[in-house]
């Protein structure tokens, strides 16, 4: 079963509005950690926002905020106010703490374009 | 701030020829990770080093093979470049093991391109 799903292949917003990037996720273990990266057309991986499986509150960090509902095992990205830069790739990622790999897991990705 | 650096962000290899694929990290990270990136597939794991000549294979190994010398530096290796391997490679580095909150940081990429 895949780890992490991104069921967006791409998506569209117009430039002030808000957006919502979905992301579910599969693990049993009691203690992870979801990550937000963006991926402007030049390729870097840029870090944007964490939450913590045990965190209360929902992530903010700027425009970004990370819409956590843990029994449904969703964490979807929201960003308001789009600008053009946000024009990217975004991926979602979880970290599992029992898995002795120390690795992420990364979903397909979402291709959001911000039109004027 | 975290320096992850590529030797090449874009290479042209003829098929069968060896290739090597370079990642550096100024942070004295203990972790460095080697991703392909293909469209519709996101990031996959190739192999992960926790310490120095110290390696484990990821999602997808085959066809690959790393090096870890020294603690700043992690090579991967093509040994017989094949088209199946023309991808976008990405490496990252961490600082902790088995910790949840703690990012990867990633290197710019390298565009690689087999004939």
């Excluded at chain 1, 990550?35 to 870097?44: A, D, H, L, N, T």
């Amino acid at each position: 079963a895949q780890k992490i799903t991104q069921t967006q292949p791409g998506m569209f917003v117009q430039e002030k509005e808000a957006v919502t990037l979905d992301c579910t996720y599969d693990t049993s273990d009691p203690s992870y950690g979801l990550f937000w990266y963006k991926q402007p057309s030049s390729g870097e991986m840029i870090f944007l926002i964490y939450q913590g499986s045990y965190d209360q509150q929902n992530a903010t960090e700027g425009r970004y905020s990370l819409n956590f509902q843990k029994a449904r095992k969703s964490a979807n990205l929201v960003i308001s106010a789009s600008q053009l830069g946000d024009s990217a790739m975004y991926f979602c990622a979880m970290r599992e703490l029992s898995h002795t790999g120390n690795q992420f897991y990364f979903g397909t990705g979402t291709s959001l374009t911000v039109i004027p | 701030d975290v320096k992850v650096t590529q030797s090449s962000r874009y290479l042209v290899k003829r098929t069968g020829e060896k290739v090597f694929l370079e990642c550096v990290q100024d942070m004295d990270h203990e972790n460095m990770f080697w991703y392909r990136q293909d469209p519709g597939l996101g990031l996959r794991l190739i192999y992960f080093s926790y310490d120095v000549k110290m390696k484990e294979k990821g999602d997808i190994p085959e066809g690959y093979s790393v090096s870890r010398e020294k603690k700043e530096r992690f090579s991967l290796i093509l040994e017989s470049a094949s088209t199946n391997q023309t991808s976008m490679y990405l490496c990252a580095s961490s600082l902790f093991y088995r910790v949840v909150w703690e990012t990867q940081y990633f290197g710019p990429g390298t565009r690689l391109l087999v004939l």
